[in-house]
């Protein structure tokens, strides 16, 4: 009846980022505020888990000794609070070296679904009637996200992110969400962030990140296969000030790149007396 979904890829091995975790979180929108009237800040609270009276949620985190885990959790008439451990489900796969892929949590009824994942079904689960009676609001929210989880190995993930190249949600009525994020992070839909200085939306094909200081009014990005040319469009149309607003950003995409083993840039202006 109901499935949300989504894509990884470029996420950090088991190895490099042991308990790294991307996420579907998704609450009970009537709940939470009529016991707070905090419904818009947990849409964009990376930890609404714990604030929300009623919470589903799918983990896929990375293992302390390799391989990747899946957890289904839940809670409901319970605020300031994480679900109960008989409320949780785990799947380990010792085997899974990454967990790039397709994951989703799929509801078959209002009290049976399923988790699948690369590999095909994972596990299926089996809720109270009470369980789903609680997620059957006018208002809900969806939220798909990583965090880094590290408590064990306290700061080894500093800097790392995934990529969700992929979101869906579906009911019995048809797609709600189904973004690939071609066109733009909120080229489709107005989505919000937690943390937008550690949110960023990558073209599809990007290569590398080019880097130049401004200002740069009328210069151009060319690239070429030798330092002496000839010299062609970079062909970098996604272009972002940094944080400090002293530099430029723009992403390099592969099939613009020139034949061969390198690569060379320069800014021009064509403009110039």
């Not at 950090?12 to 419904?39: C, K, M, R, V």
């Not at 079904?121 to 789903?132: G, L, Q």
């Not at 939220?143 to 019995?172: C, E, L, M, R």
């Not at 000030?241 to 613009?256: F, H, K, Q, Y």
Request: charged letters at 10%; proline letters at 5%; glycine letters at 10%.
């Amino acid at each position: 009846m109901n499935t949300y979904a989504f894509t990884l890829t470029n996420f950090p091995s088991p190895a490099s980022a042991p308990q790294f975790d991307a996420h579907i979180y998704l609450g009970n929108g009537d709940s939470i505020t009529a016991f707070n009237n905090n419904y818009d800040y947990n849409q964009t609270y990376s930890g609404f888990p714990y604030n929300l009276v009623d919470y589903f949620g799918l983990h896929v985190q990375n293992g302390t000794n390799g391989g990747v885990m899946t957890t289904f959790e839940f809670k409901t008439n319970s605020t300031a609070s994480n679900p109960l451990t008989n409320n949780v489900i785990t799947c380990v796969f010792s085997n899974l070296t990454t967990a790039d892929g397709t994951w989703s949590l799929n509801f078959t009824s209002d009290t049976t679904g399923n988790i699948t994942g690369p590999m095909g079904v994972v596990t299926n689960f089996t809720i109270a009637p009470d369980v789903a009676a609680q997620f059957n609001g006018s208002v809900s929210f969806v939220q798909f996200g990583v965090f880094k989880d590290d408590a064990q190995n306290s700061g080894i993930n500093d800097n790392k992110g995934a990529i969700f190249t992929h979101v869906s949600v579906t009911n019995a009525n048809g797609v709600l969400f189904d973004d690939d994020f071609s066109g733009g992070f909120t080229n489709k839909y107005a989505w919000r962030v937690s943390s937008a200085p550690l949110t960023q939306w990558i073209p599809q094909g990007t290569k590398y990140w080019l880097k130049w200081t401004v200002p740069d009014t009328g210069f151009t990005p060319q690239t070429a296969a030798h330092i002496t040319g000839p010299w062609t469009d970079a062909g970098i149309n996604y272009i972002y000030t940094d944080s400090t607003g002293t530099n430029r950003v723009g992403a390099v995409i592969d099939t613009n790149l020139p034949a061969g083993n390198a690569a060379y840039f320069r800014l021009i202006n064509t403009n110039a007396p």
